[in-house]
């Protein structure tokens, strides 16, 4: 069974950071990973979709890796905004079907 | 404008009361999906539904049923609510790739926060 972590579960930092966000899983055998965005109370938004064949994807400030051997993914986010606060989430579809396994976020506060 | 919308956003119910979460999306998406959303558990997929009339357990599937008769629409049906099954619901639907377990971006609903008293 699929599991997927990701650390750190809180992240504070002062605005105009770059940061980092990490997520692994434990099945490396996955045809994508995807990247959200939840702000509190609101649905999820996706941020970027990154196929197994991928090692990157870029939207803006932010950039997402895949490292499918080591089950490793990252979210990379220059130049943080107060904005960027919200919890970002990853997931993964299992090969066996289509049930998708979400880790339990990161939750990311940007100080003005 | 391309989304997914559930009905009602906000139920509060009593035990045992059959209730439905309506959920339609006009991308003409094959994948649908509801999940679950709780403090500490995070999100957990309680149904998906590959295309019409073909549905399958995700992780959370009791106390819950799905059908799929048309491709737009996916609702949650709950049959005798309990007061463990108040949370916040998610549907969701994406394109399919070719392979099976291929989902494509997923797009969510606003999601609909029950309370079953």
């Known amino acids: 069974k699929q599991e997927v972590t990701q650390i750190p579960a809180a992240l504070s930092v002062p605005e105009g950071e770059n940061l980092v966000l990490n997520c692994s899983f434990t099945?490396?055998?996955?045809?994508?990973l995807q990247w959200f965005r939840q702000d509190p109370g609101k649905g999820l938004t996706s941020l970027l979709l990154?196929?197994?064949?991928?090692r990157e994807q870029t939207s803006g400030r932010l950039n997402a890796s895949l490292d499918k051997s080591s089950g490793r993914s990252t979210l990379y986010i220059a130049a943080s905004q107060p904005g960027d606060s919200a919890t970002y989430l990853c997931a993964v579809p299992e090969t066996s079907g289509s049930r998708l396994t979400f880790g339990e976020g990161t939750q990311l506060t940007v100080n003005p | 404008e391309a989304q997914v919308t559930q009905n009602p956003r906000y139920l509060i119910t009593v035990t045992g009361k059959k209730l439905t979460v309506t959920c339609s999306q006009n991308m003409n998406h094959e994948y649908m999906s509801w999940y679950r959303q709780d403090p500490g558990l995070g999100l957990r997929q309680i149904y998906y539904?590959?295309?019409?009339?073909?549905?399958d357990k995700g992780d959370v599937p009791e106390g819950y049923k799905v059908s799929r008769k048309e491709k737009r629409n996916f609702p949650l049906i709950l049959e005798s609510p309990s007061p463990n099954q108040t949370s916040l619901y998610f549907c969701?639907?994406?394109?399919?790739?070719?392979?099976?377990?291929?989902?494509?971006?997923?797009?969510f609903g606003e999601g609909s926060r029950l309370t079953v008293l």
């Open positions: 539904s590959m295309n019409v009339e073909v549905t």
């Open positions: 969701a639907s994406s394109l399919l790739g070719r392979a099976q377990g291929n989902t494509g971006e997923l797009f």
């Open positions: 099945d490396s055998a996955i045809y994508n």
């Open positions: 990154i196929q197994s064949s991928q």
